[in-house]
Structures are given as C-alpha cells and as structure tokens.
C-alpha cells in the first residue's frame, strides 16, 4: 500500500531529473530548494529559489526571481571519479519525501572499481527558521578506502534569463563561509552562510571545503552541514541568526522543524477514508500550500510555480486570489491576511499600470513582483515558426485580475471575520479597482448599459473579446462588493469612514447598468460576443492541425478562430458564483463547454470538477479532481507555450484540489453570515473529515455516506443542505 505521506522514486531515470526538481521540492514561503542531488549543479536545474527577491539580469527582457547559490553542494570523488548520479550509473537510488514534516531523502549507491559505496542524505528546509536549510550527509562503503569530498557553497546554480549576481566577497572562517552578493539591477544584498560540523582537517577555500577521508569498511562517516541565506529585513541579524541555529545543532532544529509541520497538518489536513490514491495526491497538494505560502511577510504573493523556479518570473498571477487563497481563509489567516496585505502594499504599482494603458483607477499587475508594476510583457510568447516574439494581451487586456482581488478581499473578510483589512487599505484598493473598471468599460446610451470591451477572459486563446461573460460577472461582483464594504466599514468603523473622502454617486449607476450577458434560449451563456459564430470543433481535432509541437494555439494560431477554449470560462464563472445560477443552467453550460476545452491550463480541471460535484456528475468530478490533485506527482502537464518553458509546481491547482475537496465533494459555501455543508462525495470514499476555522472558530467535520458530524461552536447560522440543526 502506497503510505499517505511518503512520495518516492526507488529507480534512476536520467529523464527525471527535471520532473523531480519540483516533485521533491522543499520549501518554506522564504525559499524553495528544488529536489536535486547534493552533487548536481546549474545543469541539473538546481535552484534557491527566493519569495519575493527579484532582479533583471543583464540583456534579459525581464525580471524574475532570483535564485541563491546552493550552500548544500556536496560532491564525493573516488579513483577520481565524481559520484554523480547525473552522469555515473547507480547500483541503486532512491529518493524520498516525507510530506508530513517536510524533509527529503535520497539514498544511492555507486560502485567504482569493484567497491560499493553508499551515499544517505537527508534534508530540510526550516519551517521554524526561515533563513536555515540543513543536511545530514552519510557515505558507508564495504572495501576500506580513500575518498575525497567537496561540500561548499556553489555558484552554479539554474538560472532561465542569465545572471542575476555580482559576487562582492567571500569570507572563511575555520570552516564557516560567507559570500555577499548584490543582484546586478537593484544592487539589493543577498548573503549566503555555510558551515559543516564533523568535517575535520578540511581546506578550506573557494568556498568549498575539501577533504580527504579514509573510509573503513562497513563504518558510516557522517557530517552535518547548514546553509543561510538573508536579504531584505532578514540580512539584519544574519550573522546571529545563522550562528545559532548551528549553535542549536541539526537534531534540534529538525525536531523544531517537524513541529512545526505537526500543527500545520493539524490546521489543515483533510482525511479522505476509502481511497489511498486520492488522499495521497490532496495532502501533497497541501504541502505545495503550506510550503510555499508567505508565513511571515506581506510583501510577496505565491508565485505561479510556487517556489519551484524562475518560470512565470516568480510572479503572483490571479491564480493566488481566486485558487489558494480559500484553503489559507480557512486554515491560515496570517498567511492569507498577508496575501491580500500584499495586493493592498503593491497598489501603487496597479495605479502606475492602469495610468500606463490611459486608465484610471488600478488595474493590477497579470504578473506581480515586488511593486506591482507588471512583469508581464507584451510579447510574452516566442512564435514556434519564425522564432519572433509574439504580441499577447495578457497584460493589458486581462483586466479580471482587479475584480478577482476585490472578490478575494471581500471573500476573506466574511470567512475569517476579520473586516479590519478593510480599514487597513482594503477599501481603498476596492475604490481605485472599481474606479478602473468604470473607466475602463463603455457606456452604450442606446442600450443603456455599460459594456465591457476589448479584454481577455481566463481563456487566453481568445483576445480582446468583447462581453466576456466571466469578467462582467466578476466586475459585476466586485462593484456590488464595493457597495456593501462600503456599509460595512460604515457601521463598524464610522470614524474611518469619516474619513474616507470619496465621490460614491457613480458606483451605484455602474452596478445598476453594467452588462451581464445571460443563458440565451437554450440556457447557454456565451462565452464573449460572438463567440457561438466562431469554427465548431474539438481540442482533438485542432491537435491534429499542429504543423509544430509546441505551437501555440492562442494569439493567430489554431484555436482563436475555433470554439476551442484554452481553460475553464463560463464553468469557472459557475464555480465562483454557485449560487446565482440554478443546476439546470449549471448542467447545461458544463455540457456544452466541457468538449471544447483543452484544460491546457492547470488551472481549468478543478473547476469542472467543482461544478460537476454541484450538478451530480459525481465521476465527472472525481477525474478531473485527480487530474487537479495529482497534477505535481505525475508531472503531466504542459512545459511549453511556443518556446516558452513554463514547468514547475502549479499552486493553483494544489488550491484546485483542495477546493474540489471542500466545496465541491463537501459542499461547503459561505455567504456573508451563514456556512451551509450540502455533500456529494465520491462513492468510493467511506468519509471525508477536516476542519474549516470560520469566523474565529474551528469546526470538525466529517461526512460519510449519510452523516454530516460537525463539531464546534459556532455564533453563526451552520446549515446541512440549507437547513439550520
Ligand atoms: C493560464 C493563466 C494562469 C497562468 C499562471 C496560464 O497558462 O492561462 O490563467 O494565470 O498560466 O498559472
């Protein structure tokens, strides 16, 4: 039986080295350690990847994360040969990772002329100390022999559009190591600690330490090693904070470590009884949320891919807002509060973007780094055929990421209760993103309405459409949201409100006669206008059409002219907004839409399978669940658009998963006072248990077949199936 929280691999694949990077990925919301091997370097992807820390490097088109230089390189050497498992063929391998407290393992064994030698290492990225990455190192061989070992900090390290370093010193000290960097654009400071504990008699220079040990058969040798690594506020107390934790010892911190991940799992594990496959692959979901989630800052969002890399540019997208971002309301307020604190301390950069396109207002980054200027370019693909790059209109035109964040922010306050973050620039964010979206949208006098033109939906493959039945909605949503913040902070915080000096007459206008496109006669809502007129076909049929792998079908290419849908759109607009439509328009947009859609983005399954739960199309819901759920453990996604390469860990659909979880099979919706629980789960599940903190206070739940148990006290309306107990 396959355990619940172990992932692992006990064979070599030269083919996996890049897959593995993400699947075994470590992290704590500071930093990401990809799962490579003490001995890999840039060539094998290795990659720090850092929360937050941004750079352009020189002749680069544009800035993404930085990566650190990798403190845990370790290399062994034997008859002068390197034991590399990326170049010298195993007896064995494995590698390992133990979800339940974060820590990773690998064991290989190599065999050099005649003599077996055993390398275990094992790792972790602290939960308790974000700046502290340790190892324990162990190398056992059955002949006595003489090998040389190399452990330092490595330079080397992955990076996707060049350098992002300038090296200022490095510093030894007996066997402790300090390199100062400064990244080449900003001249922001990165220092990187390293020392091992149990390596006598080393040299140590170019930041490595290098010794020569003779190794008695069937005897383990042993050495600890810590990396540290600081910026921003961190780089402070560096220099105390990393002596301590060596002064702590590894054993210590480890077990600091596994404590820590003990009361995450304890705020957010969902029990699944009755299907081993689906458990495994929602709890590892879990941990990609908990590892990569910003537990101490409010000056970054989750990267697109987590903390897997430099793909996507480390940046924040809507993905944060509209699909982690609920598993953290109800499991990690401080970590969603940050979130949305974050979008509410990069609004200044959303103001410059919206004035940039002639707008007023905020029009929030689709790639948000550090300010909240955009990442994104405009020509964001590379064409397959004539290799130049390719206008896209993800940046201007896919203006639902505005809405997206007011829904989030409105959304989190009712879950958490706390409508403080309102006062705390919350509504001041809702204001200037409502103020964009009225400059942005068109009023038609003959029709009395305003329209909004010119954008793109979630499916990229269509642009600059008019009438996005999404976006309106989502528009639509965030005005009405924006009307009852303002009452809200009206009646809780007079004083505030006061204060805020704002001309409200138009927003009332503007939530009265902005454009929600409908379910025509045959209950379908159209996409955008116009888009029942477009080429009829399938994802199938397009696939056949590609002249290139790798094409992309967006922009001019296969689908734009075609019915074809990159990801969900109506389904994802249903998904959101559940309680507005009825199961009969839910069935018969889900029917319509589901085989035109490609789901060539993460993104798209679990909101089909979210809907599909609602409507009873329970194994419908169950396979596009795992699809979503296990998205990082097969690694079965798409790494390219055009010559773009954009794999890595997909948070969103971590999110997805625990979404489908909760409000699909669970049923769980809230509306501003009440909490209803109207499960459908699958039929192979005997239960589904977790716990929801709402409003301040925890639930237990567990369903089974015919039971809903709910434990907890509650001081507002819980209701089974809309019926209060
Ligand atoms: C999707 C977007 C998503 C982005 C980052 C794109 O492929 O179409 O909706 O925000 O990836 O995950």
Redesign the pocket.
Known sequence: MLSDWIIEKNRFDIEDIEKHGSKFLLGNGFMGYRGTMEEYSAEQLVAVNLAGFFDLAQNSNWRESVNAPNPLYTVLTVDGINLDLSTLNPVSHSQRLDIKCGIHNRKTQFSVNGVNITITAERFVSMTRENIIALKYTVITDKDITVTLKSGIDKNVWNISGNHLNYLDEITNGNFFKLNCETVQLKNKLEVYETVIGLDDCVNEDLLHKATINLKANEEFEFVKFGGIYHSDSLENSHNNFLDAVKVGYDEIKNEHISAWEQIWENSDVIIEGDDDAQLALRYSIYHLCSIAPHNTDKCGIP?RGLSGQV?KGAA???TEMFMLPFFQFSDKKAARNLLKYRINTLEGAKRKAKEFGFEGAFFAWESQETGDDACTLFNVTDVFTNRPQRTYFKDKQIHVSADIVFAMWDYCRTTGDYSLLVDGGLDLMYECMWFFYTYSVFKPHKNRYEILDVVG?D?YHERVNNNAFTNVMVKSAVDIFIRAIDKVKNIYPEYFASFDKELNWVYDFSEKLYVPQPNEKGIIEQFDGYFTLEDTTPEILKTRELIKNEYWGGHGLASNTMVL??ADVIMMLNVFKSAYSTEIKKLNWDFYEPYTEH????SACAYAIVAAEIGYTDWAYKYFMKTASVDLTGDTKQY?GSLY?GGTHP?ANGGAWNTAIFGFAGVSVTDDTLDISPRIPKNWNSLSFKLNWKGEELNIKITDDKVLIDGIVNSSVTVYGKEY
């Open positions: 697109a996507y997208f809507w993905d979630p990229e990159k990801q060539g983005s993460s993104l658009l954009i969103a």
